[in-house]
């Protein structure tokens, strides 16, 4: 095997297993069975429509719909090991309806993972975002890196896999095509399907590694005040507290206790139970 090869062999396991960990959609625990799990999207989404048909006219019986569709949506992902985008799409928005903010943009964040083109998702996740009471700019240096790496900050991960997956294919009928037909239009394909998986690759790496060692989370309690340290004791980070949906990433966990980073680039200590993971 050459060396060239063996780089381009490394790079394919690479996307294989980047792949697995992307496309994963079901949990091997599940304890609902299929028909259970039908029972309950079926109860979920005839709660949720009835609670949209009491909106306007009973809003105090249109939320005890939305909560009833809730628990049935979450029983299929908590239960039944279900993972997929629509089903937190509706979780996102059943809890939109009842005011939770936190974890409807919890559940919009963890559906954009399986659709990240949905313009109703996107819409809905914006929306949501703009009605935080917490308004935290990025860093300026973040945003100049998402201007120059638009490709990495703007295109989601499982369209770069896809991309990747793409390209990684060119190269290979490009380079098996070379065998026969010397054509110059051919090795400029190879040559530029070849950088294009090495970006995209990179990029998939790179949110990998992100997503590992620094996972997203979102703010669940309506307020939680962020300290210097952990523990009541220490003093808070900020003169207000962080409020429901403002995002962040896990730097680090302690017995009760986790380390954040906000968009704007603060770190600060909140309580364990006042936010989520994505996953």
């Not at 991309?163 to 190879?190: N, P, T, Y």
Request: glycine share 8%; hydrophobic share 45%; proline share 3%.
């Amino acid at each position: 095997m050459t060396g060239h090869t063996r780089m381009w062999t490394a790079v394919f396991a690479a996307g294989a297993m980047l792949a697995g960990a992307l496309l994963v959609s079901t949990s091997a625990s599940a304890a609902l069975s299929s028909g259970e799990v039908r029972d309950n999207l079926a109860a979920g989404e005839q709660a949720f429509h009835r609670a949209m048909e009491l909106d306007r006219s009973d809003p105090e019986a249109a939320r005890a719909y939305y909560e009833d569709a809730i628990l049935n949506f979450e029983r299929i992902v908590n239960e039944g090991g279900i993972r997929n985008g629509e089903l937190y799409y509706d979780i996102g928005n059943a809890y939109f309806r009842v005011g939770d903010l936190g974890r409807a943009i919890l559940n919009y964040r963890r559906s954009s993972l399986y659709m990240p083109n949905d313009p109703n998702l996107r819409q809905n996740l914006e929306y949501a975002r703009n009605r935080r009471a917490d308004r935290i700019e990025r860093k300026e240096q973040e945003n100049v890196y998402r201007t120059l790496f638009f490709i990495h900050y703007d295109i989601p991960s499982r369209a770069k896999l896809i991309i990747f997956a793409a390209c990684f294919a060119a190269v290979w009928i490009s380079a098996g095509a070379r065998l026969f037909v010397r054509a110059g239009s051919l090795k400029v394909i190879l040559v530029i399907a070849g950088i294009a998986s090495a970006i995209f690759l990179a990029s998939l790496v790179v949110d990998a590694v992100s997503f590992a060692g620094r996972p997203p989370g979102v703010i669940t309690a309506n307020e939680v005040t962020g300290r210097m340290g952990d523990a009541d004791s220490y003093q808070p980070s900020f003169k207000e507290p962080l409020h429901a949906g403002t995002e962040f990433k896990l730097l680090e966990k302690r017995a009760g206790w986790w380390r954040i980073e906000l968009e704007s680039g603060d770190a600060t200590w909140i309580p364990t139970g006042s936010a989520e993971l994505v996953f």
